[in-house]
């Protein structure tokens, strides 16, 4: 079966937008020359007015993007990095996201924005390494987060043919990954993913994380059976799909990438006691309250969700209860 | 439209002039929730740059755009029906009066968020232009605005891109408070110049200067596709927002007021017309927003199970907040 990697998937899927569908153009800064490498060979392909190259202006590019959604165009931006998004947050929340409903349902905004290398870069410290996808959650902006090579090309093509605005956040972490794939297709948004199921314990593991999660439940496997869901929309969120793993396992442990406070892992714990009676007090694994990545790799690490913390609230609950 | 047709002006700056009165007074008696930021004083503006527009060109407005939607086309009674929060209004209740937008009559929306309109019609124009269509955008903003970053970041793309957008600067001295000479360095016109958009200045209280100013810088960007920047001066008669009917901010002195107000786009549109022309003309649009403001209020105010309706275009329903 032919090999394909996380980001030959992006790449695929913004080129058969672009061939399906006219109104598909891309927006980003260096992308002529494909400097993340998502837009290779995509210039020579659908030429300049397709794959149009930003002057450093991202406010004003998000919003033209905005504006060309509003007449029926499918823009998709791509960011250089994870951060540029707390400068267009304004841009995306405040307007992209709420022309639909304050023009009581004249018009749409089909914008997907794309970032090829979310989350730690290691060595590109504080201001290159955020993970602020709970952010766009928190807004009920569509956000969706790939962990696989097959995700990544059907969420961003789904993205793009969504009506709504949706952020697709291709973590760093992940970027390199490949795995066989023979024909990739569409992926709902909304749907997630059991990657392994297991008996006693729920791990909802987000993005690149999702492999760390596999690898724990690996070791585990003697002792604690893990079953492995992967969320992949992070809003809107499968509920009835975690639901149902948890309704069965009773045990639930999320791990995410964001900072704690107000990270998706809080919400689905909220969301998970709302409804079920755990079998132990669910744990979750994240990023510190307010964190920055510090630059030494061994901080960098220090300060993200690893595999050990993870084995840890296994640990803790399954023997809870 | 009807081109410098001074019966349009007049007709049209008359309307804008008594809508704008009459929605004073629909706030005063509490139909409007939340006030206005009435438009009086620039409504030589608004009528001048539409009276050049074809029905097919996009405009981009203000938090100060009833003038803005009305001039495009928009029905005078949706559009008070909408400030009333009525579910016949042009946003069925969902905009009020700083989002008002009518897409039929291209009016991709006034904006509450200040130099935020300029970026978004640059890519409407150029969108629309793309697929073969002729058209030109505007995108009117305030002083206020041309110290937006995002701002001067729309003029670069749309100079660059050779997006042709008529960037309208309504100069009326103050962004709320602040005057002009002391949030503007270098100048207004400049700012637009340094980006290499031919800059042009009119006399706003003149809706046929206005309108004759637009049209020979559309025709222009019609022929070579670029933006360009107008800058209006003009004066607020009346309060920034209404709220200052209630709270009394002092940046303006009585003599400034009355000088300012001494040059009326109403008085000068309709002084080129026979008095009988203009008499009729003015019953004509009080008969207009007797039915509009009768309209409005007698429209249905929307379900609250509804409040969420059009929250997703894609048909996503959003959780509800529990309980
Ligand atoms: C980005 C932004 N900053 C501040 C405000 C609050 N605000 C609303 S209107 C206004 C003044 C705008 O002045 P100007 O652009 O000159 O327009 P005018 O009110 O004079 O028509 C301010 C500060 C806002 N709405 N948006
Ligand atoms: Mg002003």
Not at chain 1, 93 to 120: D, E, I, R, W
Not at chain 2, 266 to 278: C, K
């Amino acid at each position: 079966m032919p090999r394909l990697s996380y980001r030959k998937a992006l790449n695929r899927a913004l080129a058969d937008e672009l061939a399906r569908d006219e109104e598909v153009f891309l927006l980003g800064e260096d992308i002529r020359v494909a400097a993340s490498a998502v837009t290779a060979g995509l210039l020579k392909r659908f030429g300049p007015e397709r794959v149009r190259d930003t002057p450093l202006s991202e406010q004003a590019f998000t919003s033209f993007a905005t504006g060309a959604a509003l007449v029926g165009a499918r823009p998709v931006v791509e960011f250089q990095i994870p951060a540029l998004l707390f400068l267009v947050f304004e841009q995306i929340v405040n307007h992209a996201h709420k022309f639909p409903l304050m023009t009581g349902g004249q018009c749409a905004v089909p914008v997907t924005y794309l970032v090829p290398g979310s989350g730690s870069r290691t060595g590109w410290a504080g201001q290159h390494s955020d993970h602020p996808y709970s952010l766009f959650a928190h807004a009920g902006v569509t956000t969706v987060v790939p962990a696989t090579p097959a995700d990544a090309y059907g969420l961003l093509v789904s993205a793009i043919r969504c009506d709504d605005p949706v952020v697709v956040f291709a973590p760093a972490a992940a970027m390199e990954l490949r795995a066989e794939v023979s024909d990739p297709v569409p992926v709902p948004l909304g749907r997630g993913r059991v990657h392994r199921t297991g008996d006693d314990v729920t791990v909802v593991a987000v993005g690149h994380l999702v492999h760390d999660a596999l690898a724990v439940a690996d070791e585990l496997a003697g002792e604690v059976s893990v079953e492995v869901f992967d969320p992949r929309t992070l809003y809107p969120f499968d509920w009835d799909g975690l639901l149902g793993s948890v309704a069965r396992t009773g045990r639930l442990v999320v791990v995410d990438d964001s900072n704690r406070s107000c990270g998706i892992a809080g919400e689905v714990i909220a969301t998970v006691v709302e409804q079920v009676r755990l079998q132990a007090p669910p744990r979750r694994v994240t990023r510190p309250d307010g964190a920055v990545l510090p630059f030494a790799p061994v901080l960098d690490r220090a300060v993200q969700p690893g595999r050990e913390l993870l084995r840890h609230a296994i640990a803790h609950v399954s023997k809870d209860g | 439209m009807s081109g410098a047709d001074p019966i349009w002006l007049y007709r049209t700056v008359r309307l804008i002039r008594r809508f704008e009165e009459r929605a004073i007074e629909l706030v005063r008696s509490g139909d409007i929730v939340g006030g206005i930021h009435p438009y009086l004083g620039q409504e030589g503006i608004a009528a001048g740059v539409c009276a050049a527009l074809r029905p097919d060109d996009v405009v981009a407005g203000t938090h100060r755009g009833h003038g803005h939607v009305l001039a495009k086309g928009a029905d005078p009674g949706q559009m008070m029906a909408e400030l009333c929060g009525r579910v016949t209004g042009l946003n069925r209740g969902r905009g009020g009066s700083m989002h008002a937008a009518d897409f039929a009559a291209g009016v991709l929306g006034a904006n509450a968020i200040v130099g935020a309109g300029g970026a978004i019609v640059t890519g409407a124009v150029w969108a629309r232009r793309r697929r073969g269509e002729d058209l030109v955008g505007v995108s009117f903003l305030g002083d206020g605005a041309v110290n937006e970053g995002m701002l001067l970041e729309a003029f670069n793309l749309a100079a660059l891109w050779r997006v042709p957008v008529l960037f309208v600067c309504e100069n009326n001295g103050y962004a709320t408070t602040m005057p002009v000479a002391d949030a503007v360095a270098g100048s207004i016109s400049a700012r637009a110049e340094a980006f290499g958009i031919r800059a042009s200045t009119v006399d706003g209280q003149d809706p046929a200067a206005v309108h004759a100013t637009t049209a020979a810088a559309l025709a222009r960007m019609r022929a070579d596709g670029g933006p360009e920047f107008l800058e209006a001066r003009t004066f607020r008669f009346d309060a920034h927002h209404t709220f200052e009917h209630a709270v009394r901010l002092d940046y303006r002195s009585p003599e400034e007021v009355a000088r300012g107000r001494s040059r009326d786009p109403v008085r000068i549109a309709g002084s080129r017309l026979p008095a009988a022309e203009r008499a009729a003309i003015d019953a004509d649009v009080e008969a207009v927003l007797e039915a509009a403001v009768a309209q409005a209020l007698a429209a249905a105010e929307p379900d609250p199970a509804t409040a969420l309706e059009y929250l997703y275009a894609s048909g996503l329903t959003a959780r509800t907040g529990g309980g």
